[in-house]
T-cell receptor, first 115, second 110 residues
Framework: DVKVTQSSRYLVKRTGEKVFLECVQD?????MFWYRQDPGLGLRLIYF???????EKGDIPEGYSVSREKKERFSLILESASTNQTSMYLC??????????????FGSGTQLSVL | DAKTTQPPSMDCAEGRAANLPCNHS???????VYWYRQIHSQGPQYIIH???NNETNEMASLIITEDRKSSTLILPHATLRDTAVYYC???????????FGSGTQLTVLP
């Protein structure tokens, strides 16, 4: 069964801390994504990556950075966590579009609380 | 990408078919209709997608009207585990262009 694994289910951090959220997929997918989900706002794309060492900004990249050193791993970094970054973070992956439309495979999410 | 409209909530009796409607009246010719669902406290799960023909897989059926302005997701025999938020999405290109709206909260009642 295909799998996208996020390192933590729940995380509590303090304001100003550097936070790493890890995501690993075992499907050899080229594309990986980070979203955050907030009540009433749906899923919003933070960053995505089409290949190793490649990254592109999504709709809300401010306050975040990402790293993709290996194909299977995509990390989201909060350089200095703030309370408005309290949210559910979702990682997803998809195969590269080959004429058929991509479909996303999501992890279970990390609920991050910044105090 | 085209916008979609879904009812905020629906109930369905266990064992009955659940029919979830979606309006996408501004859909363009090369846009696909996708359905995902999100069970509480989990990540969204892909269900099915289609362009203009009806589609069926092991999870559900997708009926798209001839003018493509609306579609219906059918869960043929709903179970309690199908209780979730169902998202209808119109997608033109790559997955980065997906926009998840508010979806429909489906509650399957025993």
């Amino acid at each position: 069964d295909v799998k996208v694994t996020q390192s933590s289910r729940y995380l509590v951090k303090r304001t100003g801390e550097k936070v790493f959220l890890e995501c690993v997929q075992d499907m050899d997918h080229e594309n990986m994504f980070w979203y955050r989900q907030d009540p009433g706002l749906g899923l919003r794309l933070i960053y995505f990556s089409y290949d190793v060492k490649m990254k592109e900004k999504g709709d809300i990249p401010e306050g975040y950075s990402v790293s993709r050193e290996k194909k299977e791993r995509f990390s989201l970094i909060l350089e200095s966590a703030s309370t408005n970054q309290t949210s559910m973070y979702l990682c997803a992956s998809s195969p590269r579009m080959t004429g058929k439309r991509e479909k996303l495979f999501f992890g279970s999410g990390t609920q991050l609380s910044v105090l | 990408d085209a916008k979609t409209t879904q009812p905020p909530s629906m109930d369905c009796a266990e064992g009955r078919a659940a029919n979830l409607p979606c309006n996408h009246s501004t859909i363009s010719g090369n846009e696909y209709v996708y359905w995902y669902r999100q069970i509480h406290s989990q990540g969204p799960q892909y269900i099915i997608h289609g362009l203009k023909n009806n589609e069926t897989n092991e999870m559900a059926s997708l009926i798209i009207t001839e003018d493509r302005k609306s579609s219906t997701l059918i869960l043929p025999h709903a179970t309690l585990r199908d209780t979730a938020v169902y998202y209808c999405i119109v997608q033109k290109g790559s997955a980065r262009q997906l926009t998840f709206g508010s979806g429909t909260q489906l509650t399957v009642l025993p």
